[in-house]
């Protein structure tokens, strides 16, 4: 199986288990991620959520192009970006907190994914960045909107999309994207972080995760996701794309 979803003390964690394509994401993981959020949105006894990726070479390397360079039209890409923008936008409003456990490099999609949770534990020695711009299309999971919004500083925000590069993790701790460095065991990081949340009754947690969203809502997250999600799709089509992934897939082999 492309993932694995189970509870882990108070809280559950989805992994990403695709480590001979770099944790890429294909539909089978998109539909067990949307499975899982939503058995989490239902999930009473929970305190917060985990996202991570099998192994230490990368959380999550984006979309997988070996499947996904077939869709060649706006109309063919747009149910696909549309879909796992959906996802994570249900991820972000899970009603407990959402923690990215980042212990290898989060590019492209990955680093969507990574965006779209409250916090983002980074091991100190990975790179994360949003790198689409190299194969001449945006974000379209909805990572632009989600960065843009919950970022403290646009110039920093701005400069991650426009450079179109993975950074240093103590760089991006800099910018504020980064919430922990780690060293060492990725799930003793994780208790670390979520010791002080075990101590705190749960209903605490989920009331500012409600007022969370709801600033979120209001600032019109769920519109500009489906305006990036459109315009990500605009440029899937155009053939500087296609070109861009057709020398990536070529330079892999």
Partial sequence: MAYRFEKRGSGAVF??????KRNAINEEVMDGLSAAVEAAGEDGSLRYFVITGEGQSAFCSGGDLSEFHKLRTEEDAAPMLGKMADILLRMAMLPVPVIALIDGHAVGGGCEIATACDFRL???????GFIQGTLAITTGWGGASHLLLKSGRHDTALRMLTEATPKEARELLEYGWVTELFAGDKFGALDRFTDPMERVHPSVHRAYKQAAVRRLLAAGLREQVRE?????????????HHEAVDRFLNKKK
């Fill in 15 to 20: 992994t990403i288990d695709r480590q001979e």
């Fill in 122 to 128: 980074v091991r100190e020695d990975v790179k994360c």
């Fill in 228 to 240: 990036e999600v459109a315009l990500c799709a605009k440029l899937w089509a155009a053939d500087v």
